[in-house]
């Protein structure tokens, strides 16, 4: 499993652990999306009129969902009283033992 892939999948178990999988499954695959964007950006040079030009209506909605990902992130930071990378990754674990899903949603 490559870095997107954990972060998406755990993203997916903390913040919308009530979805069906179906749901859970295509949201991982927006958040890994969202990843891969972020990666172009830090690790290409890629810029964000470059997105624009690529996909002028779309750019939009991802930058409002990856904003709204990270406020949901932060509250349940705060609520489960996460302090670290372990205390993510056994939430993410928990989730997945629920949802039959131990590989996770990708």
């Not at 964000?48 to 779309?58: A, K, L, M, S, V």
């Amino acid at each position: 499993e490559g870095k997107k892939s954990k972060v998406s999948n755990r993203a997916t178990s903390l913040i919308f652990k009530d979805l069906d999988i179906k749901l859970k499954k295509d949201l991982a695959l927006k958040i890994q999306e969202l990843y891969k964007r972020r990666s172009e950006i830090v690790h290409e040079g890629k810029k964000y009129i470059d997105f624009y030009n690529e996909i002028e209506y779309e750019i939009t909605f991802e930058i409002n969902f990856a904003k709204n990902l990270f406020i949901k992130l932060i509250e349940i930071i705060i609520k489960e009283n996460i302090r670290s990378v372990d205390d993510v990754i056994n939430l993410a674990n928990l989730q997945y033992n629920r949802d039959n899903c131990m590989e996770g949603y990708l």
